[in-house]
Every structure is written in C-alpha cells, then in structure tokens.
C-alpha cells in the first residue's frame, strides 16, 4: 500500500495551489487523511486532518485560506491552498491510516513530500 501525491509547485504569493494524495491499491482501506508541511529547517507540522465522516481541523495559520477535501470512493485527499503566503512554502506531506485488507489494522502511512515555493 503507499499514498502517492502531487500538485506543487512555483506560485506567486496570493496565488492557489492543489495537492492531491491517493492511497492504492483501489482496495485498501483508508482513514483520517492529513496534510502536514516542512519549511526548511522547522519541524513537520500539522496542516490539515480530515476524517472518513468528513470532519476538518485545521492550524490556525491557514484557517480560511486552506481547504481540506476527501473523496472517499477515489481514495484520495485534496488540500486548495488560497491567498498563498511566502511563509506557506516548504514541503507538503500527506498521511493517513490505512489497511491492507478488511481483517488488518489500520496503520499510519506517509505520501512523498510535494514542494511548494510561495514567491513574492
């Protein structure tokens, strides 16, 4: 099983941007799907959650500007990232708790990291 996203990019700051991360196999199991970023030199953070019932959290930082969204029959997670800032560049990961089959335990994956560059 793995999460594979995609989506980033150069953009100029205020521009949109949107990250799409999708478990696979189309079998697998999935829940509570999240965004997380890495500026360089910081800690990954928390961006984004969503869970499999739709509910969203989000840092208080991109609270408004970002949206989370989750297609359930496709697997996959989206973040719209509005009214970029230059503080939102850094490295965009997704995670999530997935199974490989109904009879296994959910366990936490992680997506390769998407670059965004916020330019001014």
């Known amino acids: 099983v793995q999460l594979q996203a995609s989506g980033g990019g150069l953009v100029q700051a205020g521009g949109s941007l949107r990250l799409s991360c999708t478990a696979s196999?189309?079998?697998?199991?999935?829940?509570?799907m999240a965004w997380y970023r890495q500026a360089p030199g910081r800690q990954r953070e928390l961006v984004a959650s969503v869970t499999s019932a739709g509910v969203t959290e989000y840092d208080m930082s991109v609270k408004g500007r970002f949206s989370i969204s989750l297609d359930n029959a496709k697997n996959t997670v989206y973040l719209q990232m509005n009214s970029l800032k230059l503080e939102d560049t850094g490295d965009y990961f997704c995670k999530a708790q997935l199974r490989r089959h109904r009879f296994a335990i959910y366990e936490p994956y992680w997506g390769q990291g998407t670059q965004v560059t916020v330019s001014s």
């Open positions: 196999p189309s079998g697998v199991g999935v829940k509570d």
